[in-house]
């Protein structure tokens, strides 16, 4: 009998995992007719880009209170990255103010704005303050803070309360989980107190999310989906993902890597 083709395993395998929190490598290659082989192949895969964790003799979920280190992230699906911060940069209007928060893929749509004019960056990212602070006609403004060595990452009160004497026209922000009911969670309290502040300060709200972020599981809630105005990811969402952008009129772009 022939085997369950790879896509498809990969979401029976995560569907079993979050359902059950661990499961064995040698039941996952009985119920999707494989070899045990192929299911630590599949394992591999879907631990390397932040989908469930690697466990001897099995897979189960990823941690809900830790974050994939930033180096790892940087590499992490680049090009489906720089895909969704190109097409996201093309929604971006000459002169226009705009909040940047912490992340690769936001990182990604900054360096998608270098050919922009007049654009005003409020933004809590070091490497987003590198990136298009030679730019001539814009100005850049970074919100203080404490510095985070491994990141370049600005957070704490003081980061926020800057944000907070802004108001731009678009705010960009990632995001470390998206859940089924369009629940936006991340890891660190401080960075997503600075979402929120971006979120309330923004006129319109971009979310830059790769596909690996669709039923990821962090404890911290930053908001719901129905709070922004457009979804920019990869690949298409989750039906149920789909359902609630549908319900709150939240625009979708899909990227195609490469875009």
Known sequence: MAGVPTEERYREILSLVRARGYVANEELAQRLRVAVQTIRRDVNHLASIGQLARHHGGAGLVSSIENIAY???????????????????????????????????????????????GLRVITNNLHVASTLAPESSFRVVVAGGTVRSHDGGITGPTATAMIDQYRAD????????????????????DEI???????????????????????????????????????????????????????????????????
Not at 89 to 101: G, M
Not at 180 to 187: A, C, I, Q, V
Not at 228 to 257: K, M, N, W, Y
Request: charged residues 25%.
């Open 71 to 117: 180096a790892e992230r940087q590499i992490l699906n680049r090009r489906e990255k720089e895909a969704i911060g190109q097409i996201a940069a093309r929604e971006i209007p000459d002169h226009s103010s705009l909040f940047i928060n912490i992340g690769t893929t936001t990182e990604a749509f900054a360096r998608a704005l270098r050919h922009h004019q």
């Open 193 to 259: 107190d600075l979402a929120r502040a971006i979120m309330r300060n923004a006129r319109t709200v971009f979310l830059l999310a790769d596909h690996t972020k669709f039923g990821r599981r962090p404890m911290g809630r930053v908001g719901h989906l129905s709070e922004v105005q457009a979804l920019f990811t990869d690949r298409p969402p989750p039906p149920s993902v789909r359902a609630v952008l549908e319900q709150h009129q939240v625009a979708l772009h899909i990227a195609g890597v490469g875009a």
């Open 170 to 189: 678009f705010g960009v922000i990632g995001i470390s989980g998206i859940e089924e009911d369009g629940t936006l969670l991340d890891f660190d309290l």
